[in-house]
């Protein structure tokens, strides 16, 4: 298997062994890995994807149902896993893209992928579902490189966590839950101007006053509220 370079295993019940046999292929560019919902993967497991240094796509994802009418999931073990994952994507030196589904992250975990000594290839980053609040935005503000941040789950963001990520200069795509999103948060992304996209799902509290103070600046192709 010395040529494969992909590596794609949906729903897979092999757990914790695939992992350990992917990660003795360290050719790999891609990787996207599906678990059942029952199948148990500990931080232990994940730990062995540090090994796949030329990575440049990893997504993980849990086979379960997200329903908007009821909390998001963030059992202990969970946010463990997710902060796992987090930890090694931010090992691996050629990582562009990374994809979390169905598996629960917290403010430490982002904490943990824009450390200093992370690598700084990251470019696009979604996550499903996650706790978001102001010290995570602040977090996520230190990855240079990001293009694309596509987060959704419970939100604890004020104007001032919304303001951090101004510094992301070259941020095209953006999608935060909305649910506390003002006029006042919003303004502070008036210099993301090479934004293309925004997605601020239930964002109830937005007056037409507020897009309209953003409409000089920016290019959007795409708004979603």
Same mark, same amino acid.
Request: proline residues 5%; glycine residues 8%.
């Given at each position: 298997?010395?040529?494969?370079?992909?590596?794609?295993?949906?729903?897979?019940?092999?757990?914790?062994?695939?992992?350990?046999?992917?990660?003795?292929?360290?050719?790999?560019?891609?990787?996207?890995?599906?678990?059942?919902?029952?199948?148990?993967?500990?931080?232990?497991?994940?730990?062995?994807?540090?090994?796949?240094?030329?990575?440049?796509?990893?997504?993980?994802?849990?086979?379960?149902?997200?329903?908007?009418?009821?909390?998001?999931?963030?059992?202990?073990?969970?946010?463990?896993?997710?902060?796992?994952?987090?930890?090694?994507?931010?090992? +691996?030196?050629? /990582?562009?893209? =990374?994809? #979390?589904? &169905?598996?629960?992250?917290?403010? *430490?975990? !982002?904490?943990? $992928? @824009?450390?200093?000594?992370?690598?700084?290839?990251?470019?696009?980053?979604?996550?499903?579902?996650?706790?978001?609040?102001?010290?995570?935005?602040?977090?996520?503000?230190?990855?240079?490189?990001?293009?694309?941040?596509?987060?959704?789950?419970?939100?604890?963001?004020?104007?001032?966590?919304?303001?951090?990520?101004?510094? +992301?200069?070259? /941020?095209?795509? =953006?999608? #935060?839950? &909305?649910?506390?999103?003002?006029? *006042?948060? !919003?303004?502070? $992304? @008036?210099?993301?101007?090479?934004?293309?996209?925004?997605?601020?799902?239930?964002?109830?509290?937005?007056?037409?006053?507020?897009?309209?103070?953003?409409?000089?600046?920016?290019?959007?192709?795409?708004?979603?509220?």
């Amino acid at each position: 298997l010395k040529d494969l370079r992909s590596v794609i295993m949906n729903r897979t019940a092999a757990g914790a062994a695939a992992l350990r046999a992917v990660a003795r292929l360290p050719q790999l560019d891609i990787l996207q890995i599906s678990f059942g919902a029952d199948e148990v993967i500990t931080p232990e497991d994940v730990a062995a994807l540090s090994q796949l240094t030329r990575l440049k796509t990893l997504g993980v994802s849990r086979d379960v149902t997200i329903n908007d009418n009821e909390p998001v999931p963030h059992a202990p073990e969970q946010i463990a896993l997710g902060g796992a994952i987090l930890a090694v994507a931010g090992k +691996l030196p050629k /990582l562009e893209s =990374l994809s #979390l589904f &169905g598996i629960a992250t917290g403010e *430490e975990s !982002l904490n943990a $992928l @824009a450390s200093p000594s992370a690598r700084p290839a990251l470019r696009n980053l979604a996550l499903a579902p996650t706790r978001v609040t102001d010290a995570g935005l602040a977090a996520l503000s230190q990855i240079a490189t990001l293009r694309h941040i596509n987060l959704s789950g419970e939100a604890e963001i004020t104007a001032q966590g919304i303001g951090s990520l101004a510094q +992301l200069k070259r /941020l095209a795509y =953006l999608t #935060l839950p &909305g649910e506390n999103i003002t006029d *006042e948060a !919003l303004a502070q $992304l @008036a210099p993301l101007t090479a934004l293309k996209g925004l997605g601020l799902t239930g964002a109830k509290k937005l007056s037409g006053r507020g897009l309209a103070a953003l409409k000089g600046g920016w290019r959007l192709r795409v708004l979603s509220i």
